[in-house]
T-cell receptor, first 111, second 119 residues
């Protein structure tokens, strides 16, 4: 069964304090690992897709990396506007295109 | 980029009534749409996969007679919660594939979600 586990559940940072979010996954035939950002009461907003181990992608203060068992979302010098819940999801080989989501990491960045 | 519009963003209804939620792909044709449900502090749970012109595929444990899905065109899918009860109160989010642009065809684009409260 495809499964995604995210840690920590919640993370509080001071502005400028870099950290990483973890996403561990088990999936049959990975067809993509996705990172989304979700603000309260809103739908998820796409950040990155990673397809193979060793792949990395960057966007502003965010950098996503992928291994065969997990993905990390590194946040460098975060700002208060980076506060949100970050969701990790995978698409397995047997899916019709849908994603299996983790529970997310709620990030709070204090000024 | 790909945009998915969902309406209404929130709705309050009485127990026993039916509620319809619309999901539209605004700038691309969505051959497949997905409906998710999200409880507080929980992950998004797939309810059903909706393919244009055919019957929806429901996940195990989702009542197809309660959650009616129609995908009549390449840009519109609807979810109707029939005879709603308080336990149906949740955040419903639709998503679509088939968009191009910066997101790419492999990326799910999500609507803003619909908060349903059943009194």
């Amino acid at each position: 069964e495809d499964q995604v586990t995210q840690s920590p559940e919640a993370l509080r940072l001071q502005e400028g304090e870099s950290s990483s979010l973890n996403c561990s996954y088990t999936v049959s035939g990975l067809r993509g690992l996705f990172w989304y950002r979700q603000d309260p009461g809103k739908g998820p907003e796409f950040l990155f897709t990673l397809y193979s181990a060793g792949e990395e992608k960057e966007k502003e203060r965010l950098k996503a990396t992928l291994t065969k068992k997990e993905s990390f979302l590194h946040i460098t010098a975060p700002k208060p506007e980076d506060s949100a819940t970050y969701l990790c999801a995978v698409r397995g080989g047997g899916s019709q295109g849908n994603l299996i989501f983790g529970k997310g990491t709620k990030l709070s960045v204090k000024p | 980029g790909a945009v998915v519009s969902q309406h209404p963003s929130w709705v309050i209804c009485k127990s026993g009534t039916s509620v319809k939620i619309e999901c539209r792909s605004l700038d691309f044709q969505a051959t497949t749409m997905f409906w998710y449900r999200q409880f507080p502090k929980q992950s998004l749970m797939l309810m059903a996969t909706s393919n244009e012109g055919s019957k929806a595929t429901y996940e195990q444990g989702v009542e197809k007679d309660k959650f009616l899905i129609n995908h009549a065109s390449l840009t519109l899918s609807t979810l109707t919660v029939t005879s709603a009860h308080p336990e149906d109160s949740s955040f419903y989010i639709c998503s679509a594939t088939g968009g191009g642009g910066t997101s790419g065809a492999n990326v799910l684009t999500f609507g803003a979600g619909s908060r349903l409260t059943v009194l």
